[in-house]
């Protein structure tokens, strides 16, 4: 059965604490990994799409990396505005057309 | 412009009410979709819409009915709920189902009574 793992389920870092999210992966055939990050009580913001291992994306103190089997996102000093829950979905086939199947996220907060 | 709009922000109903949930983008987007996320869950997908059309049905209670009038609305229409319907419901919308990332509004919290 296809799945979405993340790990840690929550984690605490200092401001300027560099740190990694995971994500990893076990689907027949990945036809997209995406980051998002979702504040509490809001919709989740897209922050990367990802499709074939070795490729990587930034966007500011974020970078996302993709492997055969995961994908890691690495916070680089971090700072308090950071705090979310990030999550990591992948993209599956179902009956002609395309759905996203999440991970259960990552609770990140950032310490001042 | 990235956005997806919905309304209401918050709904309360109660099990024998009628009420109906709206999305609108304005992206040219010709895939939209509803997810239902409960408190400390990820979001699940309820239904796909492409081209105006219904591609995806995850298996959701016919008391969820969903509806796209045109090409950048979305309608859920809410009938007999139960109280464990209450949660978070998001919609999104994609340039296509294809390789396309999703664009989520901000989400509707309903509270069932």
């Known amino acids: 059965e296809d799945q979405v793992t993340q790990s840690p389920e929550a984690l605490r870092l200092q401001e300027g604490e560099s740190s990694s999210l995971n994500c990893s992966y076990t689907?027949?055939?990945?036809?997209?990994l995406f980051w998002y990050r979702q504040d509490p009580g809001k919709g989740p913001e897209f922050l990367f799409t990802?499709?074939?291992a070795g490729e990587e994306k930034e966007k500011e103190r974020l970078k996302a990396t993709l492997t055969k089997k995961e994908s890691f996102l690495h916070i680089t000093a971090p700072k308090p505005e950071d705090s979310a829950t990030y999550l990591c979905a992948v993209r599956l086939t179902q009956g002609g057309s395309e759905k996203l199947v999440f991970g259960k996220g990552t609770k990140l907060t950032v310490n001042p | 412009d990235t956005e997806v709009t919905q309304t209401p922000k918050h709904l309360v109903m109660g099990m024998t009410n009628k009420k109906s949930l709206k999305c609108e983008q304005h992206?040219?987007?010709?895939?939209m979709y509803w997810y239902k996320q409960k408190a400390k869950k990820p979001p699940e997908l309820m239904f796909v819409?492409?081209?105006?059309?219904?591609?995806i049905n995850e298996s959701v209670p016919s008391r969820f009915s969903p509806e796209c009038p045109n090409s950048s609305l979305l309608n859920l229409h809410l009938h007999a709920l139960q109280p464990e319907d209450s949660a978070l419901y998001l919609c999104?919308?994609?340039?296509?189902?294809?390789?396309?990332?999703?664009?989520f509004g901000p989400g509707t919290r309903l509270t069932v009574t």
């Open positions: 999104a919308s994609s340039q296509g189902t294809g390789r396309y990332e999703q664009y």
């Open positions: 990802l499709y074939s």
């Open positions: 819409y492409s081209y105006e059309k219904l591609s």
């Open positions: 992206m040219g987007h010709r895939a």
């Open positions: 689907v027949s055939g990945l036809r997209g």
